[in-house]
């Protein structure tokens, strides 16, 4: 059974920065893409940052871009989202997610991710 852990949320200053975590278990985590997805209250939820299974390609929202890095420690089963510059937008529930398919490498789209943790906030205050 594939579990998603986040960890790493909490408030931070406009400008600042965070890192996120996500430990997974359950399967060979080296052969499946990863994702950060994030839901803000009253928006709906978009994907911010894709990293394929091998880790050599990534893809990030418009919104994030040049800000927030995703990267794979596959030795540690874990992702992580390093997020700088950070902007009160980006204020929300920030959650791990995981394909069903392994080897993917292309970006799926939100609802190309099969398998969610349950989630942590982040809080960015003006």
């Known amino acids: 059974q594939v579990q998603l852990v986040e960890s790493g949320g909490g408030l931070v200053q406009a400008g600042g920065s965070l890192r996120l975590s996500c430990a997974a278990s359950?399967?060979?985590?080296?052969?499946?893409?990863m994702g950060w997805s994030r839901q803000a209250p009253g928006k709906e939820r978009e994907l911010v940052a894709f990293i394929s299974w091998s880790g050599d390609s990534t893809h990030y929202a418009d919104s994030v871009q040049g800000r927030f890095t995703i990267s794979r420690d596959n030795a540690k089963n874990t992702v992580y989202l390093q997020m700088n510059s950070m902007e009160p937008e980006d204020t929300a529930v920030y959650y791990c997610?995981?394909?069903?398919?392994?080897?993917?490498?292309?970006?799926?789209?939100?609802?190309?991710?099969?398998?969610w943790g349950k989630g942590t906030l982040v809080t960015v205050s003006s």
């Open positions: 359950g399967r060979t985590f080296s052969s499946y893409a």
């Open positions: 997610s995981t394909t069903k398919t392994p080897y993917t490498r292309n970006w799926p789209g939100l609802y190309g991710m099969d398998y």
